[in-house]
């Protein structure tokens, strides 16, 4: 009895001393799919000796600064074309750890059914920075409604738009705003995970969308001092294994699509 007790103190001191001794990595993230998705890891990784400690952001801004100013540890929420454009505007040198999943960007409306029953001068919101503003447009160049002047130029303003036979007025919004004005614009186009938030369905609301094989692949991110750190790593295999394939596909049914 006395060598039961023993061992049952034993283990208890060596899961006490385990959990002590867990790393602490903090990640700042979007709610949807992202933080979902590091609250999916999440268990594993404590059993793999690392704590994830999730923050969640409602911009697309102060993630990368809390991770430059070493505030935190990585983030998740973004991908490499808007991570390049943030880091060339402001002097930074985020570095990306690993590709996730690819959320197709959608065009939604709540007054028309098609992009064919745009009327001329119809108001078309989207995303105010660079990169998602460039997306934006790429999208609609693909749907026949633009000509961009460079047909390949992903940080496109409405300024390198070559024709507009529609009239089509654009305006330039913060991307989290943009699903809060659909009943005030003709058309938005909404990043998947505020689509989500807002209860979209990419799959089925959107007048048009992405295809799998986006380049905008979301990536977690890091500062070159700590991308190799063994917590990083573990972080990065958890992010990338056949459970989160598996999680990702089940939960979202298409409106975020694994890139790995």
């Known amino acids: ?48 000796g690392v704590e994830l400690e999730i923050k969640v952001f409602t911009d697309y801004v102060q993630p990368n600064i809390q991770v430059a100013q070493d505030r935190m540890d990585a ?30 960007f959608g065009a939604y409306s709540r007054k028309i059914d098609s992009l064919d029953a745009l009327e001329d001068g119809a108001k078309v919101a989207i995303p105010n920075d660079p990169t998602n503003g460039g997306r934006a447009l790429l999208l609609l160049q693909k749907a026949g409604l633009i000509t961009l002047e460079d047909s390949s130029k992903i940080t496109a303003t409405p300024r390198d738009i070559a024709e507009n036979p529609k009239n089509l007025d654009f305006f330039e919004l913060e991307a989290a705003t943009l699903p809060r004005v659909l009943d005030q614009v003709d058309v938005a186009l909404i990043n998947t995970n505020y689509a989500l938030e807002a209860g979209l369905n990419p799959a089925e609301d959107a007048l048009v969308i992405e295809g799998a094989e986006s380049p905008y692949v979301n990536i977690l991110v890091s500062r070159e001092d700590n991308k190799d750190s063994e917590a990083m790593q573990k972080l990065a295999a958890a992010l990338t294994s056949e459970a989160v394939r598996d999680f990702i596909n089940e939960k979202y049914e298409g409106a975020v699509v694994p890139a790995f």
Do not use: C, W
């Open 75 to 104: 983030n998740f929420f973004q991908h490499q074309p808007y991570l390049d454009e943030f880091n060339a505007g402001r002097g930074t040198s985020l570095v990306s750890v690993v590709g996730v999943h690819v959320e197709p």
């Open 1 to 48: 009895m006395k060598l039961k007790n023993l061992l049952a103190a034993l283990t208890a001191v060596a899961a006490f001393s385990s959990a002590q001794a867990a790393e602490e990595l903090s990640i700042a993230a979007t709610a949807v799919p992202h933080a979902e998705i590091l609250e999916f890891v999440k268990p594993q990784l404590m059993e793999e």
